[in-house]
């Protein structure tokens, strides 16, 4: 899961490839690398580290003056993040970047070295540039297409040719898309890569290869030319700006006020447009991360007030398990990229078994939004910060759609006026819930020291639980873990210390005395209690209180207490807020 960005035109490529990057640094950000090309010579450029250290390093070089380039931001698969691993690589006339994951580069590597390759990294990159120079004579397409036809796995590419003014890509299970401009063309992972240049744009699919001039885009599949449908995006420039807000996440949240009104308002005044699930017999809710924990929300709505069976799973295990298929099934697939390896693969395997899709998705150009059968876009616009925030809100809010849905084709909505009601005033709730900043930093402020904590809860409150600890660990570096209310006393309570902060959420009127007492348990064992709830309890415990709602909407006002939370905690701690160590935004490999 890297970023790659490539321009050939009339400008200086430097400045669109940092530009690109920049753009591109929620995919991966442990090293860095360009490649410009000119008549005569590549000069490669790389540095381990943010695209800020590339930056530097370009400063103190003797650039060559040229019109084509290729960059790339990394995010370590096959070997260290090291300025050997970095990309582009380079094999005798071969230079490039690559996003995906080659799944038979030892066995190439190997035949490779037999051959009197010598390599000079650990990655599955340069075995890809050593095949591509194997199979180099002077026709660049027959190298790659040679090429191709030896690599498993997932990759999306972007060549040079010492010898070729043109700049080649071609991807499969990776995205890359090919920018138009007039005079200019561009490769990027994604179109935030190089907005601020064009929103027009080809799609590559699986093994089409590009072939850029500085005058033409040529698309051909085995040898076939092919006509590519320009498509245009209307992204706004400014959703890629802070707005004047200290962090992206900070930014995206105080957003999704806006965002509901936007995508969920249109939908809960037309539920007919949303797909009707009472015509499956089982319902099978597959994706990873917070997507997962927005479907855990989903689940339970759906089995308690729809009466419907689902099942969950994260993609990675879904992928893999033996599935049985054996009544009429419909298979949710979550996710803000749509690019997320182990989402794709399940959603394949389930189309494999004939099974209908439906996907709840951000990225509407992306894998997942093509190949799926049905798709709910969320709108949520682009997510430059890696923890996701208002994606997240959209997910929860249609899966709440979707169980209300369900639950009113099955009779079973008591006060539906009310709860239509209440649904409506979400955006204005949670502008509210969000304008409470200095209850949430006093909350940092009891917390940013510490190094583990717990979120506990019960059936929906488990669910928003445990997107709570996730925010937490990943933007703060502080140990979390959400836990079911009632399992903590099977062990993990021997962790209970003095002072040690515990989140309770409790707002599930069927169960929350229940929750009430396992509170009880945690204090008398020294824990400091933080109750995120929606009605005021005599405690002297920390406590934010949000407006209360109908239980299908109640997460939606939670979890933004949590979000912020989080950041204001990963604040106090000084962390990179916006780019955590060790993550991506997008996941593209397994
Ligand atoms: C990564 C991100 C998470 C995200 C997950 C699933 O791990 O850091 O924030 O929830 O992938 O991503 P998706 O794009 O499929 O929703």
Redesign the pocket.
């Known amino acids: 899961m890297c970023g790659i960005v490539g321009y050939i035109g009339e400008k200086n490529p430097i400045e669109v490839l940092i530009n690109g990057l920049k753009n591109l640094e929620y995919r991966g950000y442990d090293s860095a690398g360009i490649a410009l090309k000119n008549e005569s010579q590549i000069q490669v450029i790389k540095s381990v580290g943010k695209i800020a250290n590339l930056e530097e390093k370009i400063k103190e070089e003797n650039l060559i003056t040229s019109h084509l380039g290729i960059a790339h931001t990394r995010w370590a698969t096959h070997g260290k993040p090291t300025e050997e691993n970095a990309h582009p690589h380079t094999v005798g006339k071969v230079t490039l970047v690559h996003n995906g994951i080659i799944e038979n580069a030892d066995e190439l590597r190997n035949k490779l070295i037999k051959e009197g390759v010598t390599f000079h990294s650990e990655t599955d990159t340069e075995v890809v540039a050593a095949l591509i120079n194997k199979y180099y004579e002077n026709n660049p397409l027959t190298a790659i297409n040679k090429a191709l036809t030896e690599l498993k796995g997932s990759y999306a590419l972007g060549i040079l040719f010492s010898d070729s003014n043109d700049l080649y890509a071609v991807r499969k299970d990776s995205p890359l898309i090919v920018g138009l401009k007039d005079h200019e063309y561009f490769i990027a992972s994604d179109i935030a890569a190089i907005i601020d240049y064009t929103n027009k744009y080809i799609l590559l699919d699986e093994n089409e290869i590009a072939h850029i001039t500085k005058d033409n885009v040529t698309v051909t599949k085995n040898n076939n030319v092919l006509e590519k449908k320009v498509e245009t995006t209307n992204m706004e420039q400014d959703a890629k700006d802070k707005c004047g807000y200290d962090h992206y996440m900070l930014k995206e949240i105080m957003e999704e006020p806006v965002v509901l009104q936007k995508t969920f308002k249109p939908y809960l005044e037309h539920l007919e447009k949303l797909p009707d699930l009472t015509s499956y017999e089982e319902i099978h809710i597959v ?6 924990y927005a479907g855990m929300i989903g689940k339970t709505l759906l089995e308690e007030y729809a009466n419907t069976k689902v099942e969950i799973d994260v993609a990675s295990e879904y992928r893999y398990k033996n599935i049985i298929y054996d009544r009429k099934t419909l298979v949710i697939l ?7 390896a182990d ?1 794709i693969a399940a959603m394949r395997k389930a189309k494999e078994n004939n099974v209908e899709t439906l996907a709840i998705v ?1 990225v509407k150009t992306s894998t997942i939004a093509r190949e799926s059968d049905t798709q709910i876009f969320i709108e949520a616009g682009p997510e430059i910060a ?3 925030t208002k ?2 809100i959209l997910q929860v809010g249609i899966m709440a759609l979707l169980a209300y849905k369900t639950a009113l084709t099955k009779n079973l909505v008591k006060e539906e006026h009310k709860v239509l009601e209440e649904a409506e005033k979400l955006p204005r709730l949670i502008k509210e819930v969000l304008d409470r900043r200095e209850e949430y930093k006093k909350v940092a402020q009891a917390i940013y020291q510490k190094e583990d904590i717990f979120f506990i809860g019960r059936k929906i409150d488990y669910a928003t639980s445990m997107e709570g600890s996730l925010k937490l660990k ?1 933007v703060s570096y502080i140990h979390s873990e959400a836990y079911q209310a009632g399992e903590l006393k099977h062990g993990t309570i021997s962790l209970i210390e003095d002072g040690m902060p515990v989140f309770a959420i409790v707002t599930d009127e069927t169960i929350k005395d229940k929750t009430i007492s396992n509170i009880e348990e945690v204090k008398s064992r020294g824990a400091s209690t933080i109750l995120i709830t929606n009605e005021k309890y005599q405690t002297d415990d920390l406590q934010i209180v949000v407006p209360k709602i109908s239980p299908y909407f109640q997460p939606i006002l939670i979890v933004p207490t949590l979000q912020l939370i989080a950041y204001e905690t990963a604040k106090l701690r000084g962390c990179d807020i916006d780019k955590p160590k060790n ?5 593209t490999v397994e």
């Open positions: 994706a990873c991360g917070s997507a997962m979550i996710s803000q990229s749509g690019e997320t989402t951000n890696v923890a996701t994606a997240y990943e993550l991506a935004k997008s996941v």
